[in-house]
Nanobody, 120 residues
């Protein structure tokens, strides 16, 4: 069992930065590929970024590539999402998730989400 708790969301002006953190409980965190997802009002949840268990492989949604950076610290059971040059269209609830090792697509565990609002 893995429990995920996000933090670091808030209100920021366009062009600003935020760093999201996702703290995980459970001894199996380091074995999971982790992902950050977001859901804007009236839209479906979408994947923003993923990082492999070893942190050697990272993937980004096209619209955030070059602005967002995913990282993890397995010793601290934490995954991060550094978000720079934020845009109003980045406004959403951001969730971290543990990707199922069975198929590499499904989600075994979700966090509760943290609100990010980009507005002047």
């Amino acid at each position: 069992q893995v429990q995920l708790v996000e933090s670091g969301g808030g209100l920021v002006q366009p062009g600003g930065s935020l760093r999201l953190s996702c703290a995980a409980s459970g001894r199996t965190f380091s074995s999971y590929t982790m992902g950050w997802f977001r859901q804007a009002p009236g839209k479906e949840r979408e994947v923003v970024s993923r990082i492999s268990s070893s942190a050697l492989s990272k993937w980004y949604k096209g619209s955030v590539s070059g602005r967002f950076t995913i990282s993890r610290d397995n010793a601290k059971n934490t995954v991060y999402l550094q978000m720079n040059s934020l845009k109003p269209e980045d406004t959403a609830v951001y969730y971290c998730a543990a990707v199922s090792p069975t198929d590499g697509v499904g989600i075994d565990y979700w966090g509760q989400g943290t609100q990010v609002t980009v507005s002047s």
